[in-house]
């Protein structure tokens, strides 16, 4: 990689203007050391940042950017919206498209409510249940991450696991206790959550692939027993599909693993990295959202034409055969490769993999939590993660992230990745 002057005088001004640099934590590069690079475009597979370095991208804006960046029809789609109007204050076919195409792909999405952030999907969820229930309390799981709403900043995943701030200064301690926290992959823990709150727990929300531990796989069989144990305790089971909506098969991946959840929260994909997020659900939930039911929620730029019209674009475009097939096989490309390195470099360490999304840890034999990902050797990942940025390769600056596999991703594109990964464990096994 050539100089990087540009990122670093631009890291220096925005410290003056923007907490911390950034305007969310994690791109910081707070778990790795070091100045982070300042972006100044992407295409395809690549981004380019401020001094004109090209880097092969799996950041991929933290999974929006499953087509590659700024798709050209994609890109086409949102010029020719913006000649149209950035938004109007008033509903539009667009979001009414959206919203079809939406509950067309996700059996219990009989409605849906788009809003702008996955953070906001989780609010809404949150207070559907709550009221649907009549119920306070909430179960989460350890290292899983619903965005930054209060009740969901417990024993956080993605930042907060990175910062090692899992609980977030500013909730009240009163919120805070209303929600439990279970052990992913560990339905004895869900139990005794529920036994602790008897008639209190209004949902167990889960993201039915885990990756803001880094990529954890539900175990065979764990979300269903999930969605028995909220349905017996009269709970509602709130899947978190901001990630894997649509990035492991056109749709919800829970509803691909025999669950059915009650809500289920989407958001990245479906805005083709526009602002965006959405939750879904049966009418007897959906429909307590005002102005039909009681429940408020509302958003100024919720479904707005330009993330709307990109989303569409998006879906209609992975919609088109071979999609989940071509991502499957490069995820798999990738796994084997870099699980290979790992054998060759005599790197402890493993590799989670759920079709385009994967995480390789270092440290642990084996990731089926919270517990087990802490025990990683984040020292050595940092090292690792800058010796890939000398080798031009862009993966999640934390240990604790899922790499996001594109469809602009060639073998090639993999296959120097997996070499540089090797060259990249050597180094930082050097210390
Ligand atoms: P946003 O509010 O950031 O749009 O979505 C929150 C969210 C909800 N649910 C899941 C499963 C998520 O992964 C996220 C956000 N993901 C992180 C990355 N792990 C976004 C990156 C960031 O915070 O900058």
Same mark, same amino acid.
């Given at each position: 990689m050539?100089?990087n002057?540009?990122s670093?005088?631009?890291?220096?001004?925005?410290q003056?203007v923007?907490?911390g640099?950034v305007?969310?934590?994690?791109?910081?590069?707070?778990?790795?050391?070091g100045a982070?690079l300042?972006?100044e475009?992407?295409?395809g597979?690549?981004l380019?940042?401020?001094?004109?370095?090209?880097?092969?991208?799996?950041?991929a804006?933290?999974?929006?950017?499953?087509?590659g960046?700024?798709h050209?029809?994609v890109?086409?789609?949102i010029?020719?919206q913006a000649n149209?109007?950035?938004?109007?204050?008033?509903p539009t076919?667009?979001?009414?498209e959206?919203a079809?195409l939406i509950s067309?792909?996700?059996?219990?999405?009989?409605r849906?409510?788009?809003?702008s952030?996955?953070?906001e999907?989780?609010m809404?969820?949150?207070?559907l249940?709550?009221?649907a229930t009549?119920?306070?309390?909430?179960?989460?799981?350890?290292?899983?991450?619903h965005g930054h709403?209060d009740s +969901?900043?417990v024993r956080?995943g993605s930042g907060?696991?990175?910062?090692?701030?899992?609980?977030s200064?500013?909730?009240?301690a009163?919120?805070?206790?209303l929600?439990m926290?279970?052990t992913?992959n560990?339905?004895?823990?869900?139990?005794?959550c529920?036994?602790?709150?008897?008639?209190?727990v209004?949902a167990?929300?889960?993201?039915?692939v885990a990756?803001?531990?880094?990529?954890?796989?539900p175990?065979?069989?764990?979300?269903?027993?999930?969605?028995d144990?909220?349905?017996?305790?009269?709970?509602?089971l709130?899947c978190?599909e901001?990630?894997?909506?649509?990035r492991l098969?056109?749709?919800a991946?829970?509803?691909?693993?025999?669950?059915?959840p009650?809500?289920?929260? +989407?958001g990245?994909i479906?805005?083709?990295?526009?602002?965006?997020g959405?939750?879904?659900?049966p009418?007897?939930? +959906?429909?307590l959202l005002?102005?039909?039911g009681?429940?408020?929620q509302?958003?100024t730029?919720?479904?707005?034409?330009?993330s709307?019209?990109?989303?569409?674009?998006?879906l209609?475009?992975?919609?088109?055969p071979?999609t989940?097939?071509?991502l499957?096989a490069?995820g798999?490309?990738?796994e084997?490769?870099l699980?290979?390195?790992l054998?060759n470099?005599d790197a402890?360490?493993?590799?989670?993999?759920?079709?385009?999304?994967?995480t390789?840890?270092?440290?642990?034999?084996?990731?089926?939590n919270?517990?087990?990902?802490r025990?990683s050797?984040?020292?050595?990942?940092?090292?690792?993660?800058?010796?890939l940025i000398d080798r031009?390769?862009?993966?999640?600056?934390?240990?604790?992230?899922?790499?996001?596999?594109?469809?602009a991703?060639?073998?090639d594109?993999i296959?120097?990745?997996?070499?540089?990964?090797?060259?990249?464990?050597?180094?930082?096994?050097?210390?």
């Amino acid at each position: 990689m050539a100089a990087n002057t540009k990122s670093t005088d631009l890291f220096t001004r925005a410290q003056k203007v923007i907490p911390g640099a950034v305007n969310s934590p994690v791109r910081a590069w707070k778990g790795v050391g070091g100045a982070p690079l300042f972006v100044e475009s992407a295409r395809g597979p690549y981004l380019f940042d401020a001094d004109g370095n090209r880097f092969i991208d799996f950041v991929a804006s933290y999974g929006p950017a499953i087509l590659g960046h700024a798709h050209p029809e994609v890109a086409k789609a949102i010029a020719e919206q913006a000649n149209s109007g950035f938004g109007f204050g008033a509903p539009t076919r667009l979001e009414v498209e959206l919203a079809e195409l939406i509950s067309s792909a996700v059996r219990c999405a009989e409605r849906v409510r788009l809003v702008s952030s996955g953070t906001e999907a989780g609010m809404t969820a949150l207070r559907l249940a709550r009221a649907a229930t009549g119920r306070p309390a909430i179960i989460k799981f350890d290292g899983c991450y619903h965005g930054h709403s209060d009740s +969901l900043l417990v024993r956080a995943g993605s930042g907060g696991m990175t910062l090692a701030v899992p609980d977030s200064a500013g909730v009240p301690a009163e919120l805070a206790a209303l929600t439990m926290v279970a052990t992913y992959n560990d339905i004895e823990s869900v139990e005794d959550c529920f036994k602790a709150n008897p008639g209190r727990v209004a949902a167990v929300i889960v993201e039915p692939v885990a990756a803001n531990m880094g990529v954890v796989p539900p175990s065979q069989g764990f979300l269903p027993a999930v969605a028995d144990l909220a349905h017996h305790h009269g709970a509602l089971l709130i899947c978190d599909e901001v990630i894997t909506g649509f990035r492991l098969n056109f749709g919800a991946a829970s509803e691909r693993m025999g669950v059915q959840p009650d809500l289920v929260m +989407l958001g990245k994909i479906i805005g083709g990295g526009m602002p965006v997020g959405a939750v879904a659900g049966p009418a007897r939930y +959906l429909d307590l959202l005002a102005p039909k039911g009681p429940v408020y929620q509302a958003g100024t730029l919720s479904g707005n034409p330009l993330s709307v019209r990109a989303g569409l674009e998006t879906l209609k475009i992975l919609q088109r055969p071979g999609t989940y097939e071509r991502l499957e096989a490069a995820g798999a490309r990738m796994e084997a490769g870099l699980s290979s390195a790992l054998a060759n470099c005599d790197a402890p360490g493993c590799v989670n993999r759920v079709g385009s999304l994967l995480t390789m840890f270092l440290g642990p034999a084996q990731v089926r939590n919270a517990e087990e990902a802490r025990g990683s050797d984040t020292a050595k990942f940092a090292r690792f993660f800058h010796a890939l940025i000398d080798r031009n390769i862009n993966v999640p600056p934390s240990q604790f992230e899922a790499m996001f596999i594109s469809l602009a991703h060639s073998d090639d594109d993999i296959d120097l990745t997996i070499a540089a990964a090797h060259d990249a464990l050597k180094q930082a096994a050097r210390g």
